[in-house]
Every structure is written in C-alpha cells, then in structure tokens.
C-alpha cells in the first residue's frame, strides 16, 4: 500500500524552528518528485514547495511564503522527505501535508497524500 | 503568480442535484488544472488532472471541462458523500496555486 505519514509538528514560538518529516512507504520514493502543502485553520491549501528527484538534481522550488525561511530536503536511503521550516511566524500555523508528485501523460500531478502534521506557531 | 477564482464560494444543493462550480485563471494555465475533493479533518483527494482527466478510481459522475482560463467541475447526481470542499489547482508555473475552494452543502 502506498502510504505517507508525516511527523514533527507541534507548538514552537515565534522565531523558532521545527522540522517535518514524511516517510514513505509502497513505492520507489527515489523516482517521485515531492511536494510540501499546508492549511491554516479553516482556511484553503496553499502550496509550499516541491523537490525533485536524484535525475533532476534534487532541485527545489518555494512559494514566496516559504522562500529564505524554509528547506526542502530528502533521504532516498531512508524513503523520507523534510521540511525545514525557521523564523516561524504566527501564520505558519497549519497543518502540513506532504505529497507524492507522478507523472501521467506528461502532467506533474499529486496523486497520494499524508494525513498531515499540524504545526502552531505561538507564544 | 497566477491567481484561481473558484465560484460560487460556497452551494447548497440537494441529493441527487446535478452541480456545477468554476474556476478562473488570472492568466493562460492551457489545461494544467487540477480539481481536489477535501472533506473535514482529511487530506484533499485529486479527482480531475488536466482539467478534464478522471483521476483512477473516481467515479464518472465528476467531470471537468476548460482550457485556457476558464473551467468546471460538474458533478452529477449528488449523493451524501459528495458534500465536502473542492478545489482548483493549477501546476503551469510555479508557484503551484490554489483556488479559495467551494463548500458544498446540503439544502
């Protein structure tokens, strides 16, 4: 079975740092690209970032929110991708969710997602 | 970055209604769009790519249909489990963006 489950999230105060992890599992993780989304409270998904895959240099982009405060990385040897977020703001408070990139008939769409780690950023 | 206008923001419509909900583009997206089924406390669930593609495994009672700047998602004969949020994404350039979602509601 395909499966994503993220983990890491909890209470940080503002201007602090927190690390997500997303652990893959019923798939070749090293092929996929991998996106980070998140959803403030009652609120709408908003795209975070994407990392590609070893072929295409582990390149990365950012959302403007996430651009200069957050990193996306991966370990293919331990089938998991990161999020490095830092200066957390009030407005990263959200649940995060990262997602399996494939590719079908030349679309970069996400198909699998996981259950989401919910991140709040107060004092 | 390109802006998604979903309409209405929110619908109530009964079982067995047939519906329909648009999203605009702010620009040019050709059919690199995407519509997301969210219900409370769950992950989103893509069910349309290139904006008239059925997802495997969603039921052909969603459809969707545009090019360029304008598009919908129909679905057809609601039943109970299809009130939920839905969302427009579209992934022709970066940054990916999202519509504000649709609420669909019982009547």
């Known amino acids: 079975e395909v499966q994503l489950v993220e983990s890491g999230g909890g209470l940080v105060q503002p201007g602090g740092s927190l690390r997500l992890s997303c652990a893959a599992s019923?798939?070749?993780?090293?092929?996929?690209?991998m996106d980070w989304v998140r959803q403030a409270p009652g609120k709408g998904l908003e795209w975070v970032g994407r990392?590609?895959?070893?072929?295409?240099?582990?390149?990365?982009e950012y959302a403007a929110s996430a651009k200069g405060r957050f990193t996306i990385s991966r370990d293919d040897s331990k089938n998991s991708v990161f999020l490095e977020m830092s200066s957390l703001k009030n407005e990263d408070t959200a649940v995060y969710y990262c997602?399996?990139?494939?590719?079908?008939?030349?679309?970069?769409?996400?198909?699998?997602w996981g259950q989401g780690t919910t991140v709040t950023v107060s004092s | 970055d390109i802006q998604l206008t979903q309409s209405p923001s929110s619908l109530s419509a009964s079982v067995g209604d047939r519906v329909t909900i648009t999203c605009r583009a702010s620009?040019?997206?050709?059919?690199?769009l995407v519509w997301f089924q969210q219900k409370p406390g769950k992950a989103p669930k893509s069910l349309i790519y290139?904006?008239?593609s059925l997802q495997s495994g969603v039921p052909s009672k969603f459809s969707g249909s545009g090019s360029g700047t304008d598009f919908t998602l129909t679905i057809s004969s609601l039943q109970p489990e299809d009130f939920a949020t839905y969302y427009c994404?579209?992934?022709?350039?970066?940054?990916?963006?999202f519509g504000q979602g649709t609420r669909l509601e019982f009547k």
């Open positions: 997602a399996r990139v494939v590719v079908v008939a030349g679309n970069y769409i996400t198909d699998v």
């Open positions: 019923g798939f070749t993780f090293s092929d996929h690209y």
């Open positions: 990392i590609r895959n070893k072929a295409n240099s582990y390149s990365t």
């Open positions: 620009q040019a997206i050709r059919n690199y």
């Open positions: 290139a904006a008239s």
């Open positions: 994404q579209q992934y022709n350039s970066f940054p990916i963006t």
